[in-house]
């Protein structure tokens, strides 16, 4: 977002310089044509996907088309805030609201180990819908979600507040939420994350316990199981057990935690 942002932003910059010198020489359409145009290159080149391409370039025709309807400026404050109550978690995280499909749920439960007092930890809560059916699928269990998006949160808290015994949605950074207690955590996060969150656990859950990501791989390295979902071509969940050979106390594994925590 702050990359299509900065895009829009300088696209105007320049927009704004040729216009005192083209504007009496050119239709009024080409100024959002061009804003566009010129943004759409620029994301191109920071590395946006084409969806975000498409949004670029219609952008600035939207806003014309707005200035001939316009709208209680109220809305415009109200709009935003609404936006920040359910993405804002993840602005600087990098991670954006994904919800995983019935097929994960099903497949996530078939990983979980029948360990008696198992607790099973999901960052990045969302809606709950993962909890809410693993809760009620191992009555023996115990589950903990973390959200940092108010009303998704506020969304999810209702959504297993009939089970709430043995599950429990927790409002926060994921990255505040220790996992040493869990023999299974769930993640369905963003690339960005996933070497923090690799070491996090190296850091803090004991050896044979169980990382599951949802499509998202740690970089460098090999997850004991992969399972293939029928969602979408990339779709799986990544089985990575906890080594019971590994240096947990580098300065590196900290220094990354540290700087994840920050945000």
Same mark, same amino acid.
């Given at each position: ?5 900065? &895009? @829009? +932003?300088? $696209?105007? %910059?320049?927009?704004?310089? *040729?216009?005192? #010198? ?5 239709? =009024?359409?080409?100024?959002?044509? &061009? @804003? +566009?145009? $010129?943004? %759409?290159?620029?994301?191109? *080149?920071?590395? #946006? ?5 498409? =949004? ?208």
């Amino acid at each position: 977002m702050l990359r299509a942002l900065a &895009a @829009q +932003g300088l $696209a105007l %910059a320049v927009i704004f310089g *040729l216009a005192w #010198l083209l504007a009496p020489r050119m239709p =009024f359409w080409f100024w959002p044509l &061009a @804003q +566009g145009g $010129a943004a %759409a290159f620029l994301a191109y *080149l920071w590395g #946006l996907n084409r969806w975000w391409l498409i =949004f670029q370039v219609a952008l600035p025709f939207a806003l014309v088309w707005q200035l001939g309807h316009p709208v209680p400026a109220w809305i415009y404050p109200l709009a935003l805030l609404g936006l920040v109550l359910v993405f804002g978690g993840g602005l600087l995280t990098r991670v954006p609201l994904y919800n995983s499909s019935h097929a994960a749920w099903k497949a996530l439960l078939d990983r979980l180990p029948l360990t008696e007092g198992l607790k099973v930890a999901d960052l990045g809560a969302g809606l709950g819908g993962p909890l809410s059916y693993l809760a009620r699928q191992r009555p023996d269990a115990h589950f903990v979600g973390v959200e940092a998006s108010p009303v998704v949160w506020l969304l999810a808290w209702l959504r297993t507040w009939s089970l709430r015994s043995r599950c429990r949605i927790r409002f926060g950074s994921l990255w505040k939420l220790p996992l040493g207690e869990f023999h299974v955590v769930y993640a369905f996060l963003s690339p960005a994350p996933m070497p923090a969150l690799w070491k996090k656990t190296l850091l803090e859950m004991a050896p044979g316990t169980l990382l599951i990501s949802n499509t998202f791989q740690i970089p460098g390295v090999i997850p004991e199981t992969e399972i293939r979902l029928p969602d979408r071509p990339d779709a799986r969940l990544l089985v990575y057990r906890i080594p019971g050979d590994v240096e947990t106390s580098t300065s590196d594994s900290q220094e990354a935690l540290k700087k994840a925590e920050n945000t």
